[in-house]
């Protein structure tokens, strides 16, 4: 079982840059595929981004061109680099992990989640 943790969260302009990190304790994240969720106040839990054992990754739509998902098993770190960021970015962002080795956005396929780090994007 792994521990997620988030941080990196903040206050960021719109068109600037954040970067967030993710840091598991317990076993190794090089068992499982990572991903990247937010979530806005009063909406459902959104993917960004997915990066599998082997490294590939999959973005969500909204996000493609402007995040990038990485990950170093040695570390036991996922970060999630953020670029032109705007006001739609804002939410909280939680890490999870996924045992399954099928791609998928869905959120019920992650077995384990971080507490999250809150995003803000002032305009």
């Known amino acids: 079982q792994v521990q997620l943790v988030e941080s990196g969260g903040g206050l960021v302009q719109a068109g600037g840059s954040l970067r967030l990190s993710c840091v598991s304790s317990?076993?190794?994240?090089?068992?499982?595929?990572m991903g990247w969720f937010r979530q806005a106040p009063g909406k459902e839990r959104e993917f960004v981004a997915r990066v599998s054992r082997g490294g590939r990754r999959y973005y969500g739509d909204s996000v493609k061109g402007r995040f990038t998902i990485s990950r170093d098993d040695a570390k036991n770190t996922v970060e999630l680099q953020m670029s032109s960021l705007e006001s739609e970015d804002a939410g909280v962002y939680f890490c999870?992990?996924?045992?399954?080795?099928?791609?998928?956005?869905?959120?019920?396929?992650?077995?384990?989640w971080g507490q999250g780090t809150q995003v803000t994007v002032s305009s």
């Open positions: 999870a992990a996924d045992e399954g080795y099928v791609t998928t956005t869905d959120v019920s396929a992650y077995e384990y």
């Open positions: 317990g076993r190794t994240i090089s068992n499982y595929a």
